[in-house]
């Protein structure tokens, strides 16, 4: 079986690429992706792009052309929940489309011809995605240095609803509105990013496990575009190379 490591920009997975064995490099769709192995597991390692459409053509990429057999999505998020603070860890359970608007056709958020709203995420891989992430985030806490606006205490996880919309969230009005909109239609939504929606959306159509983590960058407010060139240097790589290793090690 064949796991897909998938992340949106080089930084996030910078780490897997230097780790991987017996490499080989191989260009499809406009991407390129890599297979080898990583702590004894076949992988291909491939950067989605930014936004909704890039990351569903390379999902359906890595199932067509490459047959992958579980899919997970590491990198990073703007927290909005309550308590979710810069250097937390985001496992998803499910995930909703915060730009998708089919009313009065459809309920607000539901990508029509799907169930419900929220796109569930597949829960066993979750659950070891959930364990391998609370490890590192138990070995980052000795080596702990929040952010000035970071509670201290060391990093948290959390597990639940995230949201994507082809939108950088970088405003604290936009941000609350779009928390509260969620919040009112019984959708506690934990983090917002641009991806993850459109592989959970793809992994479902071909029956494919598929989880996601997202290490939190930002608040999603007036600071992220500061906190995210940043964090990416610093903090999300070092993130994935633990949480990756662990999950595979799990499998």
């Not at 799907?114 to 806490?141: F, K, N």
């Not at 071909?206 to 939190?216: H, L, T, W």
Request: some cysteine; hydrophobic content about 45%.
């Amino acid at each position: 079986m064949t796991t897909a490591i998938l992340s949106a920009l080089p930084e996030e997975q910078s780490g897997l690429h230097h780790t991987l064995e017996q490499p080989v490099r191989l260009t499809h769709a406009g991407r390129t992706f890599w297979q080898g192995y990583l702590y004894g597991q076949p992988v291909v390692l491939a950067l989605s792009g930014i936004g909704k459409v890039a990351a569903a053509t390379t999902a359906t990429a890595l199932i067509e052309r490459f047959g992958v057999t579980r899919m997970v999505f590491t990198g990073v998020a703007g927290g909005i929940g309550q308590g979710v603070q810069v250097g937390d860890v985001v496992v998803a359970q499910d995930y909703v489309q915060h730009d998708m608007d089919a009313t009065p056709l459809f309920a607000r958020w539901q990508v029509p011809g799907y169930a419900s709203v929220r796109l569930p995420c597949d829960p066993a891989l979750s659950a070891l995605l959930s364990a391998a992430a609370q490890s590192c985030l138990g070995q980052a806490a000795l080596h702990w240095e929040p952010p000035r606006t970071t509670p201290t205490g060391g990093p948290h996880l959390h597990q639940g609803l995230m949201a994507s919309g082809d939108q950088f969230v970088t405003s604290a009005e936009v941000s609350k509105a779009l928390r509260a909109s969620l919040l009112a239609a019984g959708h506690e939504v934990l983090a917002v990013e641009m991806e993850g929606a459109a592989v959970a959306q793809v992994c479902i159509d071909y029956g494919v496990p598929f989880a996601a983590v997202r290490a939190i960058s930002d608040r999603a407010d007036d600071q992220a575009t500061v906190d995210f060139p940043r964090f990416i240097r610093t903090v999300a790589s070092r993130y994935a190379d633990h949480i990756v290793r662990g999950l595979l090690q799990a499998l």
